[in-house]
């Protein structure tokens, strides 16, 4: 969706845990989505990207999930680690071209 | 393989003056965006240029601006700074347009005073 970022919400977990993080896109003809990740200091990194033929995709310890009926995009982390605490955005886009709109972020403390 | 490259990494600026940043794309890639990232805003397009043509435009003030030379460098421009534009300035590189997944660089950090 667009970014608004004023208030970031912050997703609390326990090292090991699993994390899911959630993004409602408002673009119904938005066709390819992708996570990225953004630590301290750092650029946006590519996490993993899905379009919009899929429901589910699949990574290493990511999985990303779409829901075109209710413009819903989650990304999933499994066993998080202390190197997951970041803040994580979903992006948007149409015919998969390079004009990204990104939502407002989240950011992930994993707690020791 | 060097990563997308951006100058400077921090910039003071006062009102009312004009800077320039720039970015290197990784060797091979031809497209470049731009981004402001700012706590009250988030991440916002500026701007994409493919082959020193922009291509695409986001919803920014005609005092920004940019280019693409012909070595995939890209440069932006904004002009008569205001306190507003203080922000982080990223740039993301890609092979070509409409192929997926974008290279960000560190970004420039830029404060208006």
């Known amino acids: 969706g667009e970014s608004v970022g004023l208030h970031l919400p912050t997703l609390s977990v326990q090292e090991g845990d699993n994390s899911i993080i959630n993004c409602a896109y408002s673009?119904?003809?938005?066709?390819?989505f992708i996570w990225y990740k953004q630590e301290s200091g750092k650029g946006p990194q590519f996490i993993i990207d899905?379009?919009?033929?899929?429901d589910k995709r699949q990574g290493q310890r990511v999985t990303v999930l779409l829901n075109k009926t209710v413009k819903h995009l989650s990304l999933q982390i499994a066993a998080t680690q202390p190197g997951d605490s970041a803040v994580y955005f979903c992006?948007?886009?149409?015919?998969?071209?390079?004009?990204?709109?990104f939502g407002g972020g989240t950011r992930v403390l994993v707690k020791p | 393989k060097a990563g997308v490259t951006q100058t400077p990494r921090y910039l003071i600026k006062t009102r009312g003056q004009q800077v320039t940043l720039s970015c290197s794309p990784i060797?091979?890639?031809?497209?470049v965006s731009w981004y402001q990232q700012t706590p009250g805003q988030g991440l916002q397009f500026l701007f994409e240029?493919?082959?020193?043509?922009?291509?695409n435009k986001g919803n920014f003030p005609g005092r920004f601006s940019g280019r693409q030379f012909s070595n995939s460098r890209s440069e932006m421009n904004v002009s008569t700074l205001e306190l507003g534009d203080s922000a982080l300035y990223l740039c993301?590189?890609?092979?070509?347009?409409?192929?997926?997944?974008?290279?960000f660089g560190p970004g420039t950090r830029l404060t208006v005073l």
């Open positions: 060797s091979g890639h031809r497209s």
């Open positions: 240029y493919f082959s020193e043509t922009q291509r």
């Open positions: 673009n119904s003809a938005s066709d390819y």
């Open positions: 899905i379009r919009s033929n899929m």
């Open positions: 993301a590189s890609s092979f070509a347009q409409g192929m997926g997944e974008q290279f």
């Open positions: 992006a948007e886009t149409v015919d998969a071209g390079n004009k990204l709109t």
